[in-house]
């Protein structure tokens, strides 16, 4: 995989996890919401009040640089901005701006040879809202599924960890003599087609 995008992280039996990072994320909306006055809920009801492409405003997240692309010394743009401008249309493209990035990091992957057909999963403290989840659905085109669990970086670790000491593999260490259970997760439906076909030029923007 010559992509210099794509980083290789080792599991502890030998295989590899292919990953595109950024730096963008939860903490774009956090200090879009504090700029706006509003709590994480306050943020989701805002979003959900503006319609896709926030009416052409468009974020650019590097708020702190970025690693993926590699823009370290980046900052973020807000642009678009008309007198129609409103506090939803730009917590909404906040969320939009930074959800494109992921998406970007899901095309390198498939252009790798990196098989992305099978379920989206959201995860981590800003997937507990609503915004999140039904943005991603609105870019992808493809259902989301919101992982339940929470400190899932601290449970693979521990899972990783039991795998070396007992000698197992890590698929089968959660409940012994068995294979891992499906992650649990809720299901956030595929939009309205109209919604991915605003989010085109979105994505060539950003």
Partial sequence: ???????????????????????????????????????????????????????????LPYLDGERTPDLPVATGSLLGVRTTATRALVARACVEGVLCSLVEALDVLSASGVDTSGRLLLTGGAARGTSYGQVLADLTGRPIDVVAEEEVVARGAAVQAAAVLVGADPMTVQRPGCQSPPVPSSPIPVPMPPASAVHTPLREVS
Avoid: E, W
């Avoid at 700029?35 to 926030?54: E, I, T």
């Fill in 1 to 59: 995989m010559a992509n210099p995008a794509i980083a290789g992280f080792a599991d502890a039996s030998g295989r590899y996890l292919p990953l595109v990072c950024t730096l963008n994320a939860s903490k774009v909306t956090d200090t879009f919401a504090a700029l706006l006055g509003v709590d994480h809920r306050g943020f989701d009801q805002l979003v959900a009040a503006a319609p896709p492409g926030s009416d052409g405003i468009v974020l």
